[in-house]
């Protein structure tokens, strides 16, 4: 566990890692591996259990993508969220383990590519 997140900013990075990990409609083992182990490397125990944490950030990733016509709105949104809410080191780790979590699989995917450039230019990264 580390300090470069705070539990707000860490539920955001889980939250980035389950869309990306099931953007192609497949929740695939390898992506979602990187995944927990990313929460797990940056979840402080004093907020809670972590398997809840993700067991609410999933719910929460349902409710919001749970209608297909709305993914683009939801999208552009929570880049936006992130942001705001991210700083620099916060965003470039973020991006990393998006980066890690979209190859976990070996398969180079239009959608997730997408998501990754989406959020990269929100956070004005280069």
Do not use: C
């Not at 389950?18 to 390898?30: G, K, N, V």
């Amino acid at each position: 566990m580390n300090d470069i997140f705070d539990k707000v900013t860490a539920k955001y990075a889980l939250l980035g890692g389950l869309i990306m990990s099931t953007s192609d409609d497949d929740a695939d083992d390898e992506e979602f591996g990187v995944v927990r182990i990313f929460i797990k490397d940056h979840w402080n125990r004093e907020w809670g259990d972590v398997g809840l944490a993700i067991d609410q950030v999933t719910d929460v990733k349902h409710q919001l993508f749970g209608e297909p016509e709305l993914k683009d709105v939801h999208l552009k949104r929570f880049a936006e969220t992130l942001a705001d809410a991210f700083d620099a080191q916060q965003a470039d780790l973020f991006l990393g383990f998006l980066y890690e979590v979209m190859k976990a699989d070996g398969i180079e995917d239009p959608d997730e590519f997408e998501i990754y450039t989406l959020f990269k230019n929100a956070l004005n990264q280069t």
